[in-house]
Nanobody, 122 residues
Framework: QVQLVESGGGLVQAGGSLRLSCAAS????????MGWFRQAPGKQRELVAT???????NYADSVKGRFTISRDNAKNTVHMQMNSLKPEDTAVYYC????????????????WGQGTQVTVSS
């Protein structure tokens, strides 16, 4: 069993910063892509940023230049520094990971965290 646990959400004023973290645990062999998605009330879940095991990053146009994703492969963690936050960034942010695991059998599966709320006030 693999689990993703997020932390770092909260309430911040517009223009402020937050740092989200996600730690993957379990019988993990390797993780290919890790990323962050978000879902605002009444909207579909959308991609925010992803990062491969080699460090290649991809960002939604709406966050380019403001958010920075990073990861620690040895610790199976991914982080996202969010600067210059806007009210439209308000959403539940979900960690996502493409995991190769070794128990109870070898396999590959996409996992989601439970989500962390980010609220940006104007």
């Amino acid at each position: 069993q693999v689990q993703l646990v997020e932390s770092g959400g909260g309430l911040v004023q517009a223009g402020g910063s937050l740092r989200l973290s996600c730690a993957a645990s379990g019988r993990i062999v390797s993780i290919n892509v890790m990323g962050w998605f978000r879902q605002a009330p009444g909207k579909q879940r959308e991609l925010v940023a992803t990062i491969t095991s080699l460090g290649t990053t991809n960002y939604a146009d709406s966050v380019k230049g403001r958010f920075t994703i990073s990861r620690d492969n040895a610790k199976n963690t991914v982080h996202m520094q969010m600067n210059s936050l806007k009210p439209e960034d308000t959403a539940v942010y979900y960690c996502n990971a493409d995991v190769i695991f070794s128990s109870p059998y070898y396999g590959r599966r996409n996992y989601w965290g439970q989500g962390t709320q980010v609220t940006v006030s104007s």
